[in-house]
């Protein structure tokens, strides 16, 4: 151990007892603010909640309500799937996958309707067509990226809107047909980059056909992901299979785990206003800065927690289908590095974006390039981020984290290539003198780091108003909160090097092997 036992232990409580003070701090300024100013009637995103609590309940986050939709309406549907796929595993093995394609358009159509059916399809055929006429890999980037900034303009136009006969549905339905035709671009790139490479210009055939639809349409994953990849896809179907009673059994406690979560998660939102406040800017901007930060700090939490719901619910699904999920998010209070909240955070599009863009866009770069081995990962990641920041929404609040995040991964790669220069390791040598004073100096580096990665996070939860005000708060901040903010920081630091090696829940083996690869 680098450090000794009783100033980790050190690090720990400072971080923790960090974060608590901050989340009550917002606690009892938001209160304060809301009694005084007599606000809350104004913040449309405050409704009844629940009777016992007596308190309003923050519902603002449509990814959170629109997840809760999707599985209250299609659970048990799901292990209805699941029964007849286990069924047909067992008997007729041949047909399962004409079962996937079939019990997604049943379900589809009767709880989401025929329009979001027409939505779903389109991606896929427009794909089986490409490879049907032999596309190759630069016609299906160029595909993609064109059906991207195509989903991006109709989004923010509100033509799903308009198209599914919005004042007939609720919100969370049309939210998630959204959220899918994302999640069906990375499955249809997955296996048609795949398929490319395995057949090498031959055409799309009937059985290759089955194996896109069955993959791309596979219900537990079609909505709200998380990705899985298509060589996994098809592993499910060659692995060896756990024993029926232990995959019922893990699948029982880990729904009783998620599901608890959901429960604490909308407790939560029930004394946590934050985001229904950002409804109102200057309600935001009368926080102090130490409330602030716990705001940051529950934007941050409250989306990891809905990720791990989400993804694990889904994932407890799939891994009923003998299929191996990723391991759900790593918490973000034990990250202080960009690339490890991309490497653990979610896994299944780190992998995608590994695989695809960023090992592809090096090899290419190694193979007609002569620079530095440096400047190819900095093009190999810059083209990963570019996709990035398309995928998730050409607006200005998602470019800027974007750009705050490759300029994150940037540092870290010219910190690592440091550390491996003769200049460094002499530094190291004969004025750190040891491996823990060695630990204390990376965490001192990595410090203003974690503090640019938790607001280049901000813009991605909350937009760019919220983001440019926590800049504002570090342009100018008070001696006592950039002690009490530097020092908590630090702990993090500390503490998210301490836990590096500590696996996510879930986690694999493969998981090990992606390890050394940054995007």
């Not at 930060?293 to 289908?321: N, P, Q």
């Not at 093009?379 to 705050?404: C, D, K, M, N, P």
């Not at 939860?461 to 708060?473: D, H, K, P, Q």
Request: aromatic letters at 18%.
């Amino acid at each position: 151990m680098k450090l000794k036992s009783l100033e980790l232990y050190t690090y720990f409580i400072i971080w923790i007892s960090a974060n608590i003070y901050s989340l009550y701090k917002l606690f009892e300024a938001q209160s304060d603010i809301l009694r005084n100013n007599q606000d809350i009637h104004t913040l449309t995103d405050l409704q009844d909640g629940w009777r016992f609590t007596g308190r309003f309940k923050d519902v603002s986050d449509i990814e959170w309500s629109s997840w809760k939709y999707f599985l209250q309406t299609s659970w048990v549907y799901l292990i209805f799937q699941y029964i007849v796929s286990e069924f047909l595993r067992n008997t007729f093995s041949s047909i399962l996958k004409y079962w996937y394609i079939v019990s997604s358009v049943v379900f589809v159509t009767i709880f989401m309707g025929y329009k979001q059916m027409i939505i779903i399809f389109t991606q896929p055929v427009i794909y089986a067509m490409i490879l049907f006429i032999g596309g190759k890999k630069l016609s299906i980037w160029i595909t993609s990226i064109l059906l991207l900034f195509s989903y991006n303009s109709l989004k923010y136009k509100y033509y799903f809107w308009s198209f599914l006969d919005y004042k007939d549905m609720q919100d969370e339905e049309v939210y998630l047909i959204l959220f899918s035709v994302a999640w069906i671009e990375l499955r249809c790139i997955s296996y048609c980059l795949d398929f490319v490479e395995r057949k090498d210009g031959k055409s799309l055939k009937l059985d290759e056909i089955i194996n896109m639809f069955s993959y791309i349409l596979y219900l537990p994953l079609l909505y709200m992901g998380p990705i899985i990849l298509y060589e996994e896809f098809e592993n499910s179907f060659v692995t060896r299979r756990e024993n029926l009673p232990s995959r019922i059994r893990r699948f029982i406690c880990d729904m009783f785990f998620f599901q608890l979560y959901s429960l604490i998660l909308d407790y939560v939102f029930h004394y946590i206003y934050f985001f229904a406040m950002q409804s109102n800017m200057e309600l935001i901007r009368k926080l102090p800065t130490i409330a602030l930060c716990g705001g940051g700090l529950f934007m941050g939490l409250e989306f990891h927690m809905k990720y791990v719901i989400s993804y694990g619910t889904a994932g407890a699904f799939a891994r009923l289908d003998n299929m191996d999920p990723p391991p759900t998010p790593r918490c973000i209070a034990r990250i202080h590095v960009y690339s490890q909240m991309w490497r653990h955070f979610d896994v299944g599009l780190y992998r995608f974006l590994v695989k695809y863009i960023y090992k592809p866009s090096y090899s290419v770069l190694s193979q007609y390039c002569n620079l530095p081995r440096f400047a190819y990962k900095l093009i190999a990641s810059l083209a990963t981020f570019l996709f990035i920041f398309v995928w998730h929404g050409t607006v200005w609040h998602i470019l800027i984290w974007s750009v705050l995040n490759y300029s994150g991964i940037t540092l870290e790669h010219i910190g690592k290539c440091i550390s491996r220069q003769k200049i460094y390791i002499n530094f190291k040598k004969n004025i750190l003198k040891s491996d823990a004073a060695e630990t204390r100096f990376i965490a001192i580096l990595c410090t203003p780091l974690l503090a640019l990665s938790a607001i280049s996070n901000f813009y991605l939860f909350a937009g760019s108003e919220v983001g440019n005000l926590f800049f504002e708060c570090l342009s100018h901040p008070s001696l006592l909160s950039s002690c009490i903010l530097g020092v908590s920081l630090y702990s993090c630091c500390q503490v998210s090097m301490a836990l590096e090696h500590i696996p996510s829940r879930g986690s694999s083996k493969k998981d090990l092997g992606f390890r050394n690869v940054s995007t």
